[in-house]
């Protein structure tokens, strides 16, 4: 890589090729065993003598900081290490500042190290993953001609992956569409933010669950959209409950997060009709309805539309991992070219390499292995949490009955919100990770269910789950 020393007006040279150096040494741009350019190189990069650079790497050396080794060049020495603990160098905090609505934006904690128990929402087990099948599908694709082209692909994304999406969904979740109605996003959160820009313009309305998912309404905040906060009951959205001013409604009906409830046949329909009446569209986030539990699912609200009001939203970071960051939309004709341009002006593209890998890994019948087996272990994870709740925690604790996804829901019966944080509190100094249900809620939207919280079961090992409920029903004890 080439060393950038700005020279221009400068009188002492090989002074300010050793300042510059050195700068970086302490700033650790260069560490140790890093090789400097050789001075032939960045006398010439430099324009330069290439004594002058002969000058400035002695000055370097007889500091000890750089080393010379015959025939091999010159390296950043051990003592430069030292060098940068001495002197760190301070960069002011700049004049620019963000708009404000940023500083209501909450970033999620990234831990360094896992809980010993954890049942947060939101992961799944990545361990679960066929690593031989992922690796031979991620190596087949980077031998592919597509994944190594020098040009730009359509906002789409990767044919291949579309097409294998829309076989997916049409088998798992009778999803009527063609390869041409799907756009591949980083994950569900892009296709929640390409479709706000491209149906909502700042001050207009969108109807969200409450309570519901947090990041989405961080992101409509910050495109200055208007939410209004809908309750959720045991039927899921309460349509009877929805403001006419609103444009979109965003939806999870498969499994509404963090309730865990299924929007009813009946409620379906009604918002359906609803949308007709108001001439709104719908958002259907179905993020992991991939893991099923129980009787035949539900019709999605995509098949149950017939006027294409319906945009169908799907994401991997459940079935394969939140990392990849790779999801999908499914939308009507009528918005398809306006989502290919928002796609465009957003990042171009999602990654072909990584949707080329998951569309032979999906196309080689793995996935659907893959989800096949993960079901299974998640299931006997999902009975055993609801069987101990029901059994230990009924004093406390009353679960909704649910049988798709990766979390669990149970409402306190008389504790505050105040009494269940201090709680999960408690747990949390004990090593068991758990999320209280009101702090999910964004004010000022309202929410009408008790508090309560919420039981991920993605990421805990089936065999922690007794001890990690165990030490959670002690802390309700104290
Ligand atoms: C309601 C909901 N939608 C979508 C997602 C997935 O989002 P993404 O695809 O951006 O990772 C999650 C993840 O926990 C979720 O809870």
């Not at 051990?78 to 940068?84: I, S, T």
């Not at 409509?220 to 006419?244: H, N, Q, S, W, Y």
């Not at 999902?382 to 909704?400: G, K, N, P």
Request: charged content about 25%.
């Amino acid at each position: 890589m080439a060393f950038h020393v700005n020279l221009v007006g400068r009188k002492d040279l090989s002074g300010e090729i050793y300042r510059e150096i050195r700068r970086a040494i302490v700033d650790r741009r260069l560490r140790p065993g890093d090789r400097l350019p050789p001075s032939r190189e960045l006398a010439r990069d430099l324009v330069v003598a290439r004594a002058t650079v002969t000058v400035a790497y002695e000055r370097l050396a007889a500091e000890g900081i750089v080393a010379v080794r015959q025939g091999a060049g010159t390296f950043v020495s051990e003592l430069a290490a030292q060098a940068g603990r001495d002197k760190p160098t301070q960069r002011s905090n700049g004049v620019l500042h963000p708009r404000q609505i940023w500083e209501s934006i909450l970033l999620p904690t990234v831990l360094d190290k896992p809980p010993q128990f954890d049942f947060r929402t939101g992961l799944c087990d990545a361990s679960l993953l066929p690593d031989r099948e992922w690796r031979q599908a991620v190596t087949r694709a980077l031998r592919s001609s597509t994944t190594t082209a020098g040009a730009y692909e359509h906002p789409a994304g990767h044919r291949d992956l579309r097409t294998a999406i829309v076989r997916h969904i049409g088998i798992s979740r009778s999803v009527k569409a063609s390869a041409d109605d799907v756009i591949i996003t980083n994950g569900t959160q892009q296709a929640l933010d390409l479709l706000a820009r491209v149906l909502l313009a700042p001050g207009d309305g969108i109807a969200v669950e409450s309570p519901g998912y947090a990041p989405p309404k961080q992101l409509f905040k910050t495109l200055g959209i208007r939410m209004l906060g809908v309750p959720v009951d045991r039927e899921g959205l309460v349509v009877d409950a929805l403001p006419c001013d609103v444009r979109v409604v965003y939806v999870t009906p498969s499994h509404q997060y963090p309730l865990s409830v299924t929007l009813t046949l009946a409620r379906r329909q009604a918002l359906l009709a609803w949308a007709e009446r108001n001439n709104a569209a719908i958002i259907e986030d179905d993020y992991d309805s991939e893991f099923r539990f129980g009787e035949r699912p539900l019709e999605p609200l995509q098949t149950l539309d017939t006027k294409g009001r319906v945009v169908y939203v799907g994401s991997f970071s459940k079935t394969m991992m939140p990392t990849l960051r790779l999801g999908f939309l499914v939308t009507p004709p009528s918005l398809r070219a306006a989502l290919h341009k928002a796609k465009f002006v957003s990042d171009f593209h999602s990654s072909i390499l990584v949707q080329a890998a998951l569309a032979r890994f999906i196309d080689d019948g793995a996935f659907a292995r893959h989800v096949r087996r993960a079901t299974a272990i998640y299931r006997q994870r999902h009975e055993m949490i609801a069987d101990i709740i029901s059994r230990d925690f009924t004093d406390h604790l009353e679960l909704i009955p649910s049988t798709t996804g990766l979390h669990i829901t149970a409402l306190t019966r008389t504790m505050s919100a105040h009494q269940i944080a201090a709680v999960t509190r408690r747990a949390a100094e004990r090593g068991v990770a758990v999320q209280v249900l009101s702090s999910q809620v964004l004010s000022p939207l309202a929410m009408r269910s008790p508090p309560g919280i919420m039981l991920g079961y993605g990421a805990i090992p089936t065999a922690h789950i007794e001890e990690g409920l165990c030490l959670l029903r002690a802390c309700f004890d104290e």
